[in-house]
């Protein structure tokens, strides 16, 4: 079946505009999450929504960072007054939620901020 | 705050040759471990998870890993390198629903 998939693929975008990464997790999963994850490192957590509710956002750095998922399924990262330290691949995951499942990762968006 | 950890950041080895990628966790409770690889331009790849019974975990691609309580570490292994197994690695643990994950290993394995 279809895997996890994430659009646009790449963005490159200049300091100080908006820009909203979009992700469309497996079917069926109801738990899905973001990821950043910055050259060299592995992936930092941003936040983690169970059906269309935001679960756990304790991840998101700062309040420009904000995500939705308004019908449970896809979901919608939106970055306000980008900047250029916000340059990273953003990566999406879904599953079927608990500690004891795995995620699904899906290719990611690489944001460059000029 | 549960957290891995990966001490080496580039491994090599010679194709057909055993490998070892090392990972230490630090947890309160019980672990909840998972191994992830990561091709060039791919989203991450689940590889194998502990979450409880054998210590001995086997994975996709021929991959196990074994999960050891005293020394806190969770190395993954495979007993014959493949140069396609070249990639880069991480470990992670559950910290509730977020995913903890380490700086990640890169292998080389060399025909």
């Known amino acids: 079946g279809a895997g996890v998939s994430q659009t646009p693929s790449n963005k490159v975008t200049e300091k100080g505009k908006y820009v909203e990464l979009r992700c469309d997790p497996i079917?069926?999963?109801?738990?899905l999450y973001w990821y950043r994850q910055s050259l060299g490192q592995g992936p930092e957590f941003l936040i983690y929504?169970?059906?269309?509710?935001?679960?756990?956002d304790s991840g998101l750095p700062n309040d420009r960072f904000f995500a939705v998922r308004p019908e449970g399924s896809v979901s919608t990262l939106k970055i306000q007054r980008t900047e250029r330290g916000d340059s990273a691949v953003y990566l999406c995951?879904?599953?079927?939620?608990?500690?004891?499942?795995?995620?699904?990762f899906g290719p990611g968006t690489r944001l460059t901020v000029l | 705050a549960q957290s891995v950890a990966q001490p080496e950041d580039q491994v090599n080895v010679a194709e057909g040759n055993p490998l070892t990628v090392k990972c230490t966790y630090s947890v309160s409770g019980n672990p909840y471990l998972f191994w992830y690889v990561q091709y060039p331009n791919r989203g991450l790849q689940f590889l194998l998870k502990?979450?409880?019974?054998?210590?001995l975990v086997k994975g996709s691609y021929g991959f196990e890993a074994e999960f050891n309580k005293s020394q806190t570490s969770f190395h993954l292994k495979k007993p014959s390198a493949l140069v396609s197994d070249s990639a880069l690695y991480f470990c992670?643990?559950?910290?509730?629903?977020?995913?903890?994950f380490g700086a990640g290993t890169r292998l080389t394995v060399k025909p």
């Open positions: 929504f169970q059906g269309t509710g935001a679960a756990d």
């Open positions: 992670a643990v559950r910290d509730g629903e977020d995913m903890r």
């Open positions: 079917s069926g999963h109801t738990a």
């Open positions: 995951a879904s599953g079927a939620g608990g500690p004891g499942n795995e995620q699904f």
């Open positions: 502990y979450i409880t019974g054998d210590n």
